[in-house]
């Protein structure tokens, strides 16, 4: 099964669609976020079904659970209720008394949120002496990935003990994520928090990405810049980020190491991604050569602004009363895109030499997109130039790309409709990975 099979907007399905989901709960305060968290899954398309351990009844309902699930919570390995396996909802269930076995049958993944330190010692040692832990060792390990969302004090979280777990899990094959940092239900403040029902959802949803751009390291410039004309004043333009953003995120998932160079934009930085903050043209120039060094993939989505006032004040231009206004004159900003393109590296990418930079430029017009695209693409130096309409999408949700190389138009989505900058973002990412020879 395919973990995204959205077509346009119109066809919108979630990003779990078809995704069979057990989440367990062991005892821990951040169980609270289980409920946030099944949810979540299950808007995303999941069915998910809900084990808990008699220590995470003390702290949330099976009541609770089982309505956000819409499926009957186990608790015990000695329930006789019989199983609804995967794709029987209210179905004929499985009635041999066996839930451990029954429910991880066709399952895509199990997660356990929160992962107490206790649950993750009995994991470690294969023990069983209950449905959750029994159930987790009863898991075909081939076909049935568990994923760990710690939870715990900072102290627990820092005792050796606890680490060596971490580590030997890891090394039998276990995902464990990442904990959150700040105030503790204990009152203590550090490393240790389970992360919030969003973090864990995102990284479920990479987690069933394909690694399509494993081992490519990718820069990336997004949104616009922002050339100062003085102290408090300055020019800008519309671009809000989404699309460099969405790409950023989407080549995270697809196994990237990714470097965000983003301008002055309010996005939340996607889970995984190295965000470099910038203001002008200048400062994106600066940074975007620094990180291209280290980069084998470079897409450049900024709207950089094509000129910044040639002088820059260092006090506050002061309306004097007399209506006198400021004159501003103008220089033109560095081509950052066609600098780093007419590399030796960037040349090479052209080129198609392994050891080239991969260059993707955008192209926003209000008009004749493929003519403007073409030309940009060669005026440029890129393999890849990827058009859209400017006007009609900066800021916006959705968008239409029309990618275009030396020989070929392709057009995202396929049939020319709007589509989520987050799809879009997806599809582009995986279109940059079979030119690289790594179809997903
Ligand atoms: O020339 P134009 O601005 O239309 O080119 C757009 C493409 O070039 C985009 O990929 C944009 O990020 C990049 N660009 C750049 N530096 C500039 C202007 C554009 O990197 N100064």
């Known amino acids: 099964m395919t973990a995204f099979n959205v077509r346009t907007k119109s066809e919108l399905t979630g990003e779990l669609s078809g995704k069979h989901i057990v989440l367990g709960l062991s005892g821990g305060i951040a169980a609270y976020k289980a409920a946030e968290l099944c949810r979540a899954m299950v808007k995303e398309g999941a069915t998910v079904q809900v084990v808990m351990t008699e220590a995470a009844e003390h702290f949330m309902t099976k ?53 107490s330190a206790d649950f993750m010692a009995k994991l470690l040692h294969g023990r069983a002496d209950e449905l959750l832990s029994l159930m987790c060792l009863a898991r075909p390990i081939a076909e049935v990935p568990l994923i760990l969302a710690p939870a715990m004090n900072r102290e627990m979280w820092a005792n050796p003990a606890t680490q060596r777990n971490v580590a030997q899990l890891k090394q039998d094959g276990i995902t464990v ?91 939340p930085t996607p889970r995984g991604v190295k965000r470099v903050d910038v203001k002008s043209a200048q400062n994106m120039l600066l940074a975007s050569v620094k990180y291209a060094n280290y980069a084998t993939i470079f897409i450049a989505s900024a709207a950089v602004a094509d000129w910044r006032p040639a002088n820059s004040a260092d006090h506050k231009l002061k309306k004097e009363g007399s209506g006198t206004v400021p004159q501003l004159s103008f220089v033109e900003n560095p081509d950052i895109l066609a600098t780093i393109a007419q590399s030796e590296r960037g040349k090479k990418g052209l080129s198609g030499m392994p050891d080239g930079l991969f260059c993707v430029g955008f192209a926003a017009e209000s008009q004749d997109l493929l003519a403007n695209a073409q030309a940009k693409r060669i005026r440029k130096g890129v393999p890849l130039l990827v058009g859209n309409i400017g006007p009609a999408t900066f800021g916006q949700d959705d968008n239409a790309l029309l990618l ?6 392709k057009e995202l989505p396929e049939h020319g409709h709007a589509a989520s900058k987050r799809y879009l973002a997806q599809q582009l990412v995986a279109d940059i990975a079979a030119r690289l020879g790594h179809p997903a």
């Open 177 to 267: 994520l990442e904990v959150g940092e700040g105030d503790q239900a204990c009152g203590e403040v550090g490393d240790g928090r389970m992360l919030e029902a969003d973090e864990i959802l995102a990284d479920l949803i990479a987690f069933f990405t394909p690694k399509s751009l494993l081992g490519q390291k990718v820069l990336i410039t997004a949104g616009p810049t922002y050339e100062a004309i003085d102290p408090v004043r300055g020019i800008t333009n519309l671009s809000s980020g989404k699309m460099g953003f969405a790409i950023a995120r989407a080549a995270v998932e697809a196994g990237a190491d990714v470097t965000l160079i983003a301008g002055p934009v309010s996005l």
């Open 63 to 115: 009541v609770t659970m089982q309505a956000l699930s819409g499926r009957q919570v186990f608790g015990s390995q000695w329930d006789d209720t019989p199983v609804n396996v995967v794709g029987s909802v209210n179905g004929e269930g499985i009635a041999n008394n066996m839930p451990h076995i029954n429910l991880t049958r066709g399952a895509d993944a199990i997660v356990i949120a929160p992962c």
């Open 404 to 409: 275009v190389d030396a020989k070929t138009v």
